[in-house]
Each structure stands twice: as C-alpha cells, then as structure tokens.
C-alpha cells in the first residue's frame, strides 16, 4: 500500500479519498474549507493536513481535484504548496478538469524536479465517485502511469494513458463536447415533444431503447420532463468546461459550431439565476 494525499474533497474528491483510504492506503486529505476535511476524517481512516504542503509531505502519490486552472497552481505552486514537500520520485495526479495548457506547465515543473505528473481528469459524475467506477483519461509519461493507475483503481473501473502531459485534459474536453450536444440535443427533442403534446413518459420509454438513447436521457429525461434540476453537474460547471474547449479549439483552429450553441444556452441559464442547477436546466430555455 501507498502513502497518499488528496487534496480538494469536493463532490468528486471526498468519496474518491474514501476508496484510496479503504483500499488500505495511507491517505492524508487537505481541502480549502477546513469543516470538510475533518468530516472526512470523521468517516474514514486517514489524518487531515492543515495545508498542502503538509498533506503531501512524504507522500508518494498526491491527487489534485479542484475547481480550475488557478486554484490548481494555488495548491501546487503557491505558498504552503504540494511541491514544496513532495519528493523526488512521487507522483502529482491532477483530477481537475482543467486546460492542456496548465497540464503542460506543471508536468514541466514537475519534470525540474524529479517528480512524476499526470494530467488525470475524470468522469463519471457523483454517482460514479461514489460508486468508485470513474473513467479516468491520463497524459503524462508511461512510467509514471505506470505506478499511479493501480493506485487509481480503487476508484476507477477504466484508466487510460493517452499520451503526453495535457492529452488527458484534450480527451476530457472530446467527453465534454459529446455531454454538451447530448444535453442539447435531449433538450431540445424534450421541449419539442411538450410542445407537441405528446404523453413524455411514453415518448422516454420508447426512444430510450432505440439508436437515440443516451445516459442523458436515461439519467436526466424524467427530472428534465418533471423540471427537477436541483442536482448533478452544475451549469457554471459545464459554462467553465465549455470554455476550456472554446479555448483550446481556437488554438487548434477547430470548428465548434455545437459547442457554442451549447455556451449561448448555459450562459443564458446562468444569468437567469439558475448557475447552480444541473446543466440540463437548459430545457427551460426552450419552454
């Protein structure tokens, strides 16, 4: 068993130290607001560390998972940081969904100092952390995913490496465009079934089992038909995500169409007060 920190116990990262910690690792946990970690430490076997810096002391793997590209630096690079106390020979596995670009900055950080990164963002949702069966999409070097990914099963039920620093953080942004035209698309066909005065409960059971059927509609079409939104994957979540792909597409030169359809929807939810919700919210745009 491992020497382990995990730092950011938000909806994904609390249960996710869960698993490392019973999975019989040694887990020291760090989150920015204090109440949450020592619940944590409440419910699993492991110490609270007062700061980065102390979680990652000795460790041999640290996991990240916060909300973006700044907090991540802050965690890693700032005063009372991760890499102030991580030692040569460890591992620094990020699970932010954040930018290729800051993925290749800290991998090159690392690289200076004989520490191993891995850009390992995830998904699955809640349900899945909880469940412990997240995809997990790597970039980073083969040996340092090497020694992190059986660490990572104790939460995952698929680990891939996809190529260098910043190919995970590309990969989770292939995932977010496809969730994106999903929940469009579910909204859309939803609203227009309303509108058409067809018995929604039906129309769910029928195309949910032909070609159509998605995890959105399977997950999210009865709460979306019933207005239930006070769940799941954030609207400023998805708006932040999305923006990260905007980002990254003009840098490619890609086209993205679809994705900014999807940005015109979410920021609109977002500025009728429904940030909060869950992203398929944006159904009542349509009503």
């Not at 790597?138 to 090497?146: A, K, L, S, T």
């Not at 018995?199 to 089992?209: F, G, N, P, R």
């Not at 979540?237 to 597409?249: T, Y």
Request: with cysteine.
């Amino acid at each position: 068993m491992s020497v382990c920190a995990f730092i950011g116990l938000g909806n994904m990262g609390f249960p996710m130290a869960g698993h490392l910690a019973a999975a019989g690792h040694e887990v020291r946990v760090f989150n920015r607001t204090a109440a949450v970690a020592e619940r944590w430490g409440e419910h699993h076997e492991g110490s609270v560390a007062a700061t980065p810096a102390e979680a990652a002391n000795r460790a041999e793997f640290v996991f990240t998972c916060v909300g973006a590209d700044d907090d991540l630096r802050a965690v890693v690079l700032g005063d009372d940081g991760a890499l102030g106390t991580m030692p040569a020979g460890s591992v620094l596995v990020d699970h932010t969904t954040a930018s290729a670009e800051v993925a290749r900055e800290l991998a090159q950080v690392c690289a200076g100092r004989g520490i191993g990164w891995l850009d390992a963002p995830i998904s699955g949702g809640q349900a899945g952390a909880e469940n412990g069966v997240l995809t997990v999409m790597c970039g980073g070097e083969p040996e340092h995913f090497d020694a992190a990914a059986p660490v990572m099963d104790a939460y995952s039920s698929a680990v891939t490496l996809m190529g260098p620093a910043g190919s995970g953080q590309l990969t989770k942004m292939v995932n977010q465009i496809l969730c994106a035209g999903a929940v469009q698309g579910a909204a859309e066909a939803l609203a227009f079934g309303e509108r058409a005065g067809l018995d929604m409960e039906k129309v769910l059971a029928a195309v949910t089992k032909g070609a159509a059927g998605s995890w959105y509609l399977q997950n999210r079409g009865h709460t979306m038909v019933a207005d239930e939104f006070d769940f799941g994957f954030a609207v400023d979540w998805m708006i932040k995500d999305l923006g990260l792909v905007a980002d990254a597409a003009a840098e490619l030169g890609a086209p993205i169409p679809l994705v900014e359809l999807c940005q015109r929807y979410t920021e609109e939810t977002a500025a009728l007060g429904e940030n909060r919700l869950d992203t398929t919210a944006i159904i009542r745009r349509y009503r």
